[in-house]
């Protein structure tokens, strides 16, 4: 079982913004993995189904990520915590990108997921120099 988040640190924009990523990401990949579960005449599956759950992996690496930076007291370690955090939001969004060109209608919304990376970008930036 994990630790009670800190009230104040579940009320940062960043931490809030991080969750709905999640959320968002989550069932965008159910969408498309009923769309891309489908075998093709080869037997082979589309290999955009692993990348929907990669989206999912990403965005519920965020918000402990965060959480990890603002409790870590020494220094080196917190900017580990925060390139992480830029690792993670960089992959997601390319990750998105790659599924805009997939055979499923559940692309359509990705476009909102991008908007909402783009946005967690600019809390990212000002969390940052709050650190």
């Excluded at 079982?1 to 009320?11: G, Q, R």
């Excluded at 999640?22 to 589309?46: C, H, M, T, W």
């Excluded at 955009?48 to 409790?71: C, F, H, M, R, T």
């Amino acid at each position: 079982m994990s630790a009670p988040i800190p009230s104040h640190l579940s009320e940062l924009p960043i931490y809030k913004q991080a969750m709905q990523i999640f959320v968002l990401s989550r069932s965008i990949s159910s969408y498309l993995n009923q769309d891309l579960a489908y075998l093709y005449d080869d037997g082979k599956e589309d290999a955009n189904i692993y990348v929907s759950g990669d989206i999912v992996q990403q965005s519920v690496s965020l918000a402990p990520e965060i959480i990890n930076a603002e409790l870590e007291h020494c220094r080196d370690k917190k900017h580990r915590h925060i390139a992480s955090v830029n690792r993670l939001t960089n992959r997601l969004y390319k990750n998105c990108s790659r599924l805009e060109s997939c055979n499923s209608n559940g692309k359509d919304y990705l476009p909102i997921l991008k908007r909402e990376i783009r946005k967690f970008r600019k809390l990212q930036t000002t969390w940052m120099l709050t650190l």
